[in-house]
């Protein structure tokens, strides 16, 4: 008999509900297995919301050293220019506060040279035959460049190919073309140019190439002369990075006496920047100790974490990059706690703003370089000292890591709730096959019960009838 078949005739016999005696015995069995298993799933499953509660606050306090990781989060100091048309500024986290006088005289210039005039582009040089360039720079031979297409054309993209430190360009002027040659700012840097069109032999001397020639002087190569403090200095270049510390200048064009250069430092972004590390490093505190309090009522990872040792381990490493001395310490500023960064009794992070200032008013250099190490760009593969900041976001970058230890910690728990839904399916399967059993059993106790009163009802009939006979 099928099971559904005896399920539907189960208390025909006894008058006793048994398909929900047999469900009733099974529930019994079932019901506290699939509860514990079920309380295995959500503390699990509340174990990798803790995780990635983790992983959540680790990048947040990721980005608040971001901010102090490289020099140029330093660059505090804010130019101006009463002449900005002459010159411009740029300052990095070197340059020191301070009033300079600056008087542009002449801005640096290269030299520039005109070829002699050609008919078309495509005119033909030196009979249509290859030729070459003698180039000499400062007096010094750069070697020769070769003219494969022997026309105006051919000889500037020869010249521009060569990459000798000359550039050339055909200029249209209406009344023919001519080769425009420039070289390189500074005085040192003036060049000739002549032409050979290759027939000479032994000691004989080049034979320059008809018609090509290059002594039309358009503009002559200067040095850039101006004034700091009214001390007179001279560079090849307009952009000029070497006389005033952490300064560029880039010269424009002569000024009008002399302009007044300011370097102001502003460390409010900084101050800012260290409060953001203060609160992010707080906040990351806080989420700890929820997860391993386990009277926390905080909904999904409130005390999901509790007793798991991970908590502690990571709480040690973070603690660790605050408190722990620069790979780049200064002779003053060596470390946080001489910028006011501090951790009270309770595990919070404290900020003294008056001892911040200080370090900040008196040794600058050194709080940019106890953070920074005064690099930019660190990669995290980097065995260089990076700072403060630089040495703890390579550390969270590879706590972050989906091979790091927090990862691992919640790959293995989706891996046991995997394992725990399959037990859940065994149990299934196992209580299918009690039903069936006790079913079974059910089925037969029926048959005996039905039987037994069949024979009662037909003793009964038997004896209701011999007591007629005998009383009729």
Do not use: C, H, W
């Not at 140019?193 to 008809?210: E, H, I, M, N, Q």
């Not at 989906?402 to 859940?424: H, P, R, V």
């Not at 005996?448 to 003793?459: D, E, K, P, Q, Y």
């Amino acid at each position: 008999m099928a099971t559904s078949s005896i399920v539907n005739t189960l208390g025909a016999g006894s008058g006793i509900d048994v398909k929900a005696l047999a469900q009733s015995l099974v529930d019994a069995e079932k019901t506290p297995k699939k509860e514990r298993i079920d309380a295995k799933i959500t503390k699990t499953e509340a174990r990798i919301s803790g995780y990635s509660a983790i992983k959540f606050a680790l990048s947040t306090l990721k980005t608040a050293f971001g901010k102090l990781n490289d020099a140029s989060d330093f660059s505090s100091i804010q130019p101006s220019n009463t002449q900005p048309s002459a010159f411009g500024i740029s300052a990095s986290s070197t340059a020191e506060a301070g009033s300079y006088s600056i008087e542009v005289l002449q801005t640096a210039l290269a030299q520039r040279t005109a070829s002699s005039n050609f008919a078309d582009r495509a005119t033909p040089l030196n009979g249509g035959a290859a030729f070459k360039l003698n180039l000499s720079v400062g007096g010094a031979s750069q070697g020769d460049i070769q003219v494969t297409t022997a026309t105006p054309a051919g000889m500037v993209s020869a010249i521009n190919g060569a990459k000798l430190g000359v550039t050339a360009q055909l200029i249209n002027t209406g009344s023919g073309y001519n080769v425009v040659i420039t070289g390189e700012t500074g005085a040192a840097k003036n060049f000739t140019l002549t032409s050979d069109d290759g027939t000479a032999t032994g000691t004989d001397p080049k034979v320059p190439v008809p018609g090509v020639s290059f002594s039309s002087n358009l503009q002559t190569a200067t040095d850039a002369s101006f004034k700091v403090n009214g001390l007179p200095v001279t560079r090849s270049s307009n952009t000029i990075s070497d006389v005033i510390d952490g300064v560029t200048l880039d010269l424009y064009a002569t000024s009008t006496g002399a302009a007044r250069l300011d370097l102001n430092r502003d460390t409010a972004g900084i101050k800012g920047n260290i409060q953001g590390l203060v609160t992010a490093y707080n906040d990351f505190e806080e989420s700890l100790n929820i997860l391993g309090d386990s009277a926390s009522e905080v909904k999904d990872f409130g005390g999901a974490l509790a007793g798991d040792n991970l908590l502690q381990s990571v709480r040690k490493q973070v603690r660790d990059m605050i408190t722990a001395t620069s790979t780049t310490p200064g002779t003053t500023i060596k470390a946080g706690r001489d910028v006011g960064l501090s951790i009270d009794r309770y595990g919070k992070l404290t900020l003294d703003e008056a001892k911040l200032d200080k370090a900040l008013q008196n040794n600058f250099g050194e709080v940019a370089t106890m953070f920074s190490a005064g690099t930019n760009n660190k990669s995290i593969y980097s065995t260089a000292p990076a700072g403060l900041a630089g040495g703890a976001i390579n550390k969270l970058e590879k706590m972050l890591l989906s091979t790091g230890l927090i990862d691992t910690q919640s790959q293995n728990a989706t891996k046991q709730i995997a394992k725990y839904k399959e037990d859940l399916t065994v149990l299934e399967e196992r209580m299918q096959k009690l039903m069936t059993r006790y079913t079974n059993q059910f089925s037969i106790m029926e048959s005996i019960v039905g039987n037994s009163n069949s024979t009662r009802a037909s003793l009964k009939g038997t004896f209701d009838g011999m007591m007629k006979a005998y009383t009729g």
